[in-house]
């Protein structure tokens, strides 16, 4: 694959607890530039931010992260938030808890309605597959499939681990045809974002290919 249609897939993305204003602004820059798919960045810029790109760009922002344990009445506030300043896409962490105790029912009730906040924008599901068994993972893509969201994505990047190629094939295999994968964390390179492509996946979490594209990669970060 050509670099630019690799970027035309990747959420550029910054969410430290740091981020400042100038480097979100960046974020967003380089994702005009290179036409990423959209800019993934905290909820407290979201309004800030869609501002400044003016429909150039779509602004996705993240919801229970990077713990997923709120409830989901306070999940469905902060998408309702999101989507009212302008956020056109939604990452939201599932409650990992839950699926460790197999309320399986309330996983999928949650993301219902978190779905339906959306109003018609993206939900993508974070699952943090590094904190799950093989047999768990399968259910979460069993309840993605059923809930109706858009995407499944195996990582917050906060975690122990990101993205793993075999998590991607996994999650490829088992969830709805009507069901679009995203492996974020940890994607450094050209050649491994290809091959996550190659695996099924529909967008990339990272802020390393586009840095890479501006020389400004340090070798560290999402």
Not at 32 to 41: D, F, L, P, V
């Amino acid at each position: 694959m050509e670099k630019k249609d690799i970027l035309k897939k990747v959420d550029h993305t910054l969410l430290t607890q740091t981020a400042t204003w100038d480097e979100i602004r960046k974020i967003l820059d380089g994702g005009i530039k290179y036409e990423a798919a959209s800019a993934c960045i905290p909820a407290s810029y979201v309004k800030q931010a869609a501002e400044y790109v003016n429909g150039r760009l779509p602004i996705c922002t993240v919801i229970g992260f990077p713990n997923g344990y709120s409830t989901t009445a306070v999940k469905v506030f902060e998408t309702k938030d999101a989507i009212a300043n302008g956020a056109q896409e939604i990452d939201m962490v599932i409650n990992i808890g839950h699926l460790k105790d197999k309320k399986y029912q309330e996983i999928e009730n949650e993301i219902r309605q978190m779905h339906e906040a959306c109003d018609g924008k993206i939900l993508k599901v974070i699952i943090e597959t590094c904190l799950l068994t093989e047999e768990e993972k399968i259910k979460m893509c069993e309840i993605v499939t059923r809930a109706g969201a858009e995407y499944i994505k195996t990582s917050t990047g906060f975690s122990t681990a990101g993205a793993t190629f075999a998590d991607v094939k996994l999650m490829r295999e088992h969830v709805g045809e009507h069901v679009k994968v995203k492996a974020a964390g940890g994607i450094s390179s050209f050649d491994d974002a290809e091959e996550f492509i190659r695996l099924g996946a529909d967008r990339l979490g990272t802020s390393r290919l586009v840095k890479m594209m501006e020389n400004t990669d340090s070798g560290t970060g999402y």
